[in-house]
């Protein structure tokens, strides 16, 4: 969707100005991914998170809602992430063939994203507390997993 704004800068300019927003927002989501997957939710504050992006706390919430919406989006990055990682070939008749590439993929993800998943685990091992409104599509998602091994 473009604004006005947008169509009142030149092509080259929207293009910077978007590429920044772009670098801004990943450099907030790897200081957040930093600071909750080293201190925990209850242990992170925004001013910490600004300070590790690079940030004044104004400037960081001029981007973000607040520390809640950020946490919630990685939670919710973890879960859609995992769940196109482990994808499942419904076709397989093969229950071994389909565990092994499940535990395969799954290490392979928390190996290429560690901070994300250690969130994931506290957030689990704290109770979940912040899942609950992911766990119907969750829960349907693995249901369907289970689906393919028994059969």
Do not use: C
Not at 41 to 68: D, W
Not at 104 to 112: C, E, G, Q, S, V
């Amino acid at each position: 969707m473009t604004t006005p704004a947008d169509n009142a800068l030149p092509d080259n300019l929207a293009s910077r100005s978007k590429h920044g927003l772009e670098r801004m927002l990943a450099a907030i989501r790897e200081a957040a991914i930093a600071e909750f997957g080293r201190h925990g939710f209850k242990g992170v504050s925004t001013k910490a998170i600004a300070e590790r992006a690079g940030l004044t706390k104004p400037h960081l919430h001029y981007y973000i809602g607040s520390k809640e919406d950020l946490y919630e989006e990685l939670l919710y990055s973890v879960l859609n992430g995992w769940s196109s990682a482990f994808a499942f070939d419904i076709e397989s008749d093969d229950p071994k063939q389909v565990l092994s590439h499940y535990v395969r993929k799954k290490f392979d993800y928390a190996l290429d994203n560690p901070g994300l998943s250690r969130i994931f685990t506290s957030e689990v091992l704290g109770g979940g507390r912040n899942l609950g409104r992911y766990w119907p599509v969750a829960l349907k998602s693995t249901q369907q997993k289970v689906d393919v091994i028994n059969r």
